[in-house]
């Protein structure tokens, strides 16, 4: 069975940092592509960073380019999206996805998902 599990979340101060773990199993890293995702309220999930074994780390939104990054424990199965200087706008609750192992370049769609982890960046 395929599971995500996000932890990490909680209240952050603006400039403060998070890092968030996405712990799966049932699968390899060398099987899907691990995906940040989040969703603000009020408005649409969008992409944020992305990680595999064949592309390494895309950041899909310009936002977060040199304030947030991707790395693997392959030991532990869990990918960790660590958040710089973070801001309100960043507030969103956050999901990890499984998608095939070419969604960093822009093929394919999430298959599995986990249930979220808020972040709130107070100003």
């Known amino acids: 069975e395929v599971q995500l599990v996000e932890s990490g979340g909680g209240l952050v101060q603006a400039g403060g940092s998070l890092r968030l773990s996405c712990a799966f199993s049932g699968f390899t890293f060398d099987d899907f592509a691990i995906v940040w995702f989040r969703q603000a309220p009020g408005k649409e999930r969008e992409g944020v960073s992305c990680i595999s074994r064949s592309d390494g780390i895309t950041h899909f939104l310009d936002s977060v380019r040199g304030r947030f990054t991707m790395s693997s424990d392959n030991a532990k199965n869990t990918v960790y999206l660590q958040m710089n200087s973070l801001k309100p706008e960043d507030t969103a609750v956050y999901y990890c996805?499984?998608?095939?192992?070419?969604?960093?370049?822009?093929?394919?769609?999430?298959?599995?998902w986990g249930q979220g982890t808020q972040v709130t960046v107070s100003s």
């Open positions: 996805a499984a998608a095939p192992i070419y969604y960093c370049s822009g093929y394919g769609y999430p298959h599995y």
